[in-house]
């Protein structure tokens, strides 16, 4: 691992003035509607009820997705909005997979034994909170009632302060083919500030021995935005991410919610980048990741060239769930543990998220749905549109028209006139029989998906910003 140098790159690939323009508030688009529009009145009997008719659809249903989520932490990161459990009582653990196999039982009976599941997805939390015995014992759960496909995705987040070369072993052995390494930022001050102190040495370290194991793609996440960041702390760290060179990156943008998340709390605003600072450090990290050979994604997302998400962008393959971009077909997502979003037929449903209450529903047998959302022919029209721009960047007019029986000009006749704007700066190209999103207006496409959001133009406020 070399020092850090000031790095040359081409004129950049995005105007600041835009990234200025379009710094507000909006949704991700994980889905559409977002888990703000989820309801109480939605419950366990509208999932089951979902969960049949999939049953019923026999052979015609698509692999499922599945995702895990495992909430535990050894320690607290300041800048987390996730939903965890910080405890170092590892027999917590043990508690929790006893509860999701009798989860995985009830959802089992439902869908019936040996659904074929085509992508896996452990999130947290911190999955590796669990022991390699814990995670084996999880794996055994899901391979007796799930029939996984040969090839499938089998993706784990990883702390890179919980595992060693020997635990990576441990997990490739079990199947996962892919690794996320929670980074955030390699600055020692910009670590100390959220409470997050990993030497950028033992990342390298457990990069070269996943890359010696064969796992398939292993992706890096950032953060800009965070405490104690600037212009010359962030240009080291994206000069290291440029010689660890990990298969996959995802950019995400600091979202200071205090109010909202209480570990922030912890966080000194004083000590945050301003405005101008974060669109600055995205802005170099757009050029500098470009520069190195990535492709931007979309969103967050960038990757190497012949990274399979890269190439799904090149074949207009792209999928987007609550895990980001994907490259499986799009279908049902089957959510476990405790807070897990999911998504069967036309429905989004939650989990509880306290522990308390997931525990107790399953020890009354119930599968432990407390919300979610039935979604209207209005929402499946909107949700189809934006996940169109986000993941293909262009809306054949006649073609959505035709597929949701609408006359989509007449109908969205108040979003055209809102693109103006958009057009004028050359975000999009709008003609008689599409919108097309520009190399410009990807890297802002939130903004231009937010158009056709019904919901967010009355409700922007809860949402982190685009940039």
Same mark, same amino acid.
């Given at each position: 691992?070399?020092?850090?140098?000031?790095?040359?790159?081409?004129?950049?690939?995005?105007?600041? &003035?835009?990234?200025?323009?379009?710094?507000?508030?909006?949704?991700?688009?994980?889905?559409?509607?977002?888990?703000?529009?989820?309801?109480?009145?939605?419950?366990?009997?509208?999932?089951? @009820?979902? !969960?049949?008719?999939?049953?019923?659809?026999?052979?015609?249903?698509?692999?499922?997705?599945?995702?895990?989520?495992?909430?535990?932490?050894?320690?607290?990161?300041?800048?987390?909005?996730?939903? $965890?459990?910080?405890?170092?009582?590892?027999?917590?653990?043990?508690?929790?997979?006893?509860?999701?196999?009798?989860?995985?039982?009830?959802?089992?009976?439902?869908?019936?034994?040996?659904?074929?599941?085509?992508?896996?997805?452990?999130?947290?939390?911190?999955?590796?909170?669990?022991?390699?015995?814990?995670?084996?014992?999880?794996?055994?759960?899901?391979?007796?009632?799930?029939?996984?496909?040969?090839?499938?995705?089998?993706?784990?987040?990883?702390?890179?302060?919980?595992?060693?070369? @020997?635990?990576?072993?441990?997990?490739?052995?079990?199947?996962?083919?892919?690794?996320?390494?929670?980074?955030?930022?390699?600055?020692?001050?910009?670590?100390?500030?959220?409470?997050?102190?990993?030497?950028?040495?033992?990342?390298?370290?457990?990069?070269?021995?996943?890359?010696? !194991?064969?796992? &398939?793609?292993?992706?890096?996440?950032?953060?800009?935005?965070?405490?104690? @960041?600037?212009?010359?702390?962030?240009?080291?760290?994206?000069?290291?991410?440029?010689?660890? +060179?990990?298969? +996959?990156?995802?950019?995400?943008?600091?979202?200071?919610?205090?109010?909202?998340? $209480?570990?922030?709390?912890?966080?000194?605003?004083?000590?945050?980048?301003?405005?101008?600072?974060?669109?600055?450090?995205?802005?170099?990290?757009?050029?500098?990741?470009?520069?190195?050979?990535?492709? %931007?994604?979309?969103?967050?997302?960038?990757?190497?060239?012949?990274?399979?998400?890269? =190439?799904? $962008? +090149?074949?207009?393959?792209?999928?987007?769930?609550?895990?980001?971009?994907?490259?499986?077909?799009?279908?049902?997502?089957?959510?476990?543990?405790?807070?897990?979003?999911?998504?069967?037929?036309?429905?989004?449903?939650?989990?509880? $998220?306290?522990?308390?209450?997931?525990?107790?529903?399953?020890?009354?047998?119930?599968?432990?749905?407390?919300?979610?959302?039935?979604?209207?022919?209005?929402?499946?029209?909107?949700?189809?549109?934006?996940?169109? !721009?986000?993941?293909?960047?262009?809306?054949?007019?006649?073609?959505?028209?035709?597929?949701?029986?609408?006359?989509?000009?007449?109908?969205?006749?108040?979003?055209?006139?809102?693109?103006?704007? !958009?057009?004028?700066?050359?975000? =999009?190209?709008?003609?008689?029989?599409?919108?097309?999103?520009?190399?410009?207006?990807?890297?802002?496409?939130?903004?231009?998906?937010?158009?056709?959001?019904? %919901?967010?133009?009355?409700?922007?406020?809860?949402?982190?910003?685009?940039?």
């Amino acid at each position: 691992m070399s020092s850090a140098a000031v790095l040359d790159v081409p004129a950049p690939a995005l105007p600041i &003035e835009l990234l200025r323009q379009f710094d507000v508030p909006g949704p991700r688009y994980t889905s559409y509607p977002t888990a703000d529009r989820f309801v109480e009145a939605f419950g366990e009997d509208d999932y089951l @009820q979902a !969960l049949r008719e999939r049953r019923d659809a026999g052979a015609q249903a698509a692999p499922l997705s599945l995702y895990v989520h495992i909430p535990f932490c050894e320690s607290l990161c300041y800048y987390c909005a996730c939903n $965890k459990v910080v405890t170092r009582h590892k027999e917590r653990g043990r508690q929790y997979l006893a509860y999701l196999a009798r989860e995985i039982e009830l959802q089992a009976a439902q869908l019936g034994r040996g659904a074929t599941v085509s992508q896996l997805h452990l999130g947290g939390g911190s999955p590796t909170f669990l022991d390699d015995q814990e995670l084996a014992e999880l794996a055994a759960l899901l391979h007796r009632s799930f029939s996984f496909e040969r090839g499938g995705e089998r993706s784990i987040e990883i702390d890179p302060r919980t595992v060693d070369a @020997q635990r990576l072993s441990n997990l490739a052995a079990l199947g996962f083919n892919r690794l996320s390494f929670g980074v955030q930022d390699f600055d020692p001050a910009v670590q100390q500030a959220v409470h997050r102190v990993q030497p950028a040495s033992q990342v390298f370290s457990l990069m070269a021995a996943a890359r010696a !194991l064969g796992f &398939e793609s292993i992706n890096v996440d950032l953060i800009y935005g965070l405490p104690r @960041q600037n212009d010359a702390s962030f240009e080291r760290t994206l000069s290291q991410i440029r010689e660890l +060179r990990p298969d +996959r990156i995802a950019l995400y943008a600091y979202a200071h919610l205090p109010e909202r998340f $209480k570990p922030q709390r912890r966080i000194l605003a004083e000590e945050l980048p301003d405005a101008a600072g974060r669109v600055r450090m995205l802005a170099r990290a757009i050029d500098v990741l470009t520069a190195a050979g990535y492709v %931007y994604i979309g969103m967050d997302h960038f990757a190497l060239p012949d990274d399979p998400l890269a =190439v799904a $962008k +090149r074949h207009g393959t792209l999928q987007r769930d609550f895990q980001g971009y994907g490259t499986r077909p799009d279908g049902d997502l089957i959510a476990l543990g405790v807070s897990a979003i999911g998504r069967v037929g036309a429905t989004y449903s939650q989990n509880a $998220k306290t522990l308390d209450e997931y525990y107790d529903l399953l020890d009354r047998g119930h599968l432990p749905v407390v919300r979610g959302l039935v979604l209207s022919r209005d929402d499946l029209l909107r949700r189809a549109v934006i996940m169109a !721009l986000m993941c293909r960047g262009r809306v054949d007019f006649d073609a959505m028209g035709e597929a949701h029986a609408v006359d989509f000009r007449h109908y969205f006749a108040t979003e055209f006139a809102a693109l103006g704007p !958009l057009v004028a700066c050359g975000m =999009v190209r709008l003609s008689d029989h599409d919108i097309t999103v520009t190399e410009q207006g990807w890297f802002l496409v939130r903004a231009i998906a937010m158009v056709f959001d019904r %919901y967010a133009r009355a409700n922007r406020t809860r949402f982190s910003r685009v940039v």
